[in-house]
């Protein structure tokens, strides 16, 4: 029995070992060379197969405008040498947000909406007066004249600018600001710079907010710019524009929303800026047309 016991205690661990080895025998040979060079080839041929699929998804071009270039795709750069306090600011905003601003628009959103709607009226009549200077800073007489007569007509039959009765006589509002102004004399956009309470922007919006505000304070609309009522009409401005915005401060979720929020806000100006500089619609391209034509 002594005998016995060691010699199937043997005979087991000899059946683990032969176990073991037959199960590793079949394993597939360890080749990483090949292996990646067939997972490029199929990667490969995968995105040839959805370039293909994607090509014959697309409509046929008629030839009307110049293809688009690798050189007219945006460069996905931003001029922010201020980075450092850009990012401490941001953080800034998004705390103030949550914590006091945001509470105070979603309480603001619950009053009546005749009342919320007569209030932004309201301001949005004032800020016609900035934008009757600046467009005629800028040179266009026939904006500005429009603005104008949207002021008059909602200061009087708006009852104060209460209600926006020049949209329904189809003078629709296109407001503008000493930023636009500075634009359209010339000047870039430069750095870019996030301001404490207010968000993106750049050193020249920033001097154009400067500018709007100078503007109110000088013409100062019915005594409403100066005095203690001016920071309570500010105040309530803000309250209003923020209620009137559904941005939310780390929605997205994303660890690169600072630096995408800063690309979507200087793309958005710099094609503001071409925008204005552009003389003419541009050229339609024949290709039936000769090459010298």
Same mark, same amino acid.
């Given at each position: ?35 990646? !060079? ?5 990667a490969l041929g995968l995105a040839a197969q959805v370039a293909s @699929? ?11 405008? @110049?293809?688009?270039?690798?050189? %007219? !795709? ?16 941001? &953080?800034?905003?998004? &705390?103030?947000?949550? @914590? ?39 040179? &266009?007489?026939? &904006? ?29 509002? @296109? ?36 500018? %709007? ?81």
């Open positions: 029995m002594r005998t016995t016991a060691p010699v199937i205690m043997l005979l087991l661990a000899l059946g683990g070992c032969a176990s073991q080895e037959v199960r590793y025998r079949y394993l597939p040979p360890d080749t990483p060379a090949a292996d990646n !060079a067939v997972n490029l080839e199929k @699929a994607a090509k014959s998804a697309m409509p046929e071009t008629t030839g009307e405008f @110049a293809p688009i270039t690798p050189a %007219d !795709a945006p460069p996905l750069t931003t001029y922010d040498p201020w980075a450092h306090f850009n990012r401490s600011m941001y &953080r800034f905003n998004a &705390r103030f947000d949550e @914590a006091v601003f945001l509470p105070v628009a979603n309480g603001y959103r619950r009053l009546p909406s005749p009342i919320r709607a007569g209030v932004h009226n309201f301001f949005g009549n004032l800020a016609e007066v900035d934008s009757v200077v600046n467009y005629t800073l800028q040179g &266009r007489l026939g &904006r500005g004249l429009r603005s104008l007569g949207r002021f008059a007509i909602n200061s009087t039959l708006g009852l104060g600018g209460l209600f926006d009765v020049a949209e329904k006589l189809n003078i629709p509002r @296109a407001p503008t600001g000493f930023g636009t102004t500075l634009a359209k004399w010339g000047m870039h956009p430069g750095p870019y710079l996030v301001i404490p309470f207010y968000g993106p922007s750049t050193l020249r919006e920033g001097i154009g907010l400067a500018g %709007d505000y100078g503007t109110s304070y000088a013409v100062n609309v019915a005594n409403l710019y100066r005095d203690g009522q001016s920071w309570g009409l500010g105040v309530l401005n803000a309250v209003d524009q923020r209620a009137n915005v559904d941005f939310r401060y780390y929605a997205s979720g994303s660890p690169f929303e600072y630096d995408t929020i800063r690309f979507l806000y200087v793309r958005k100006l710099l094609i503001e800026d071409a925008g204005l500089h552009r003389k003419e619609p541009p050229k339609r391209v024949n290709p039936d047309a000769p090459a010298g034509e």
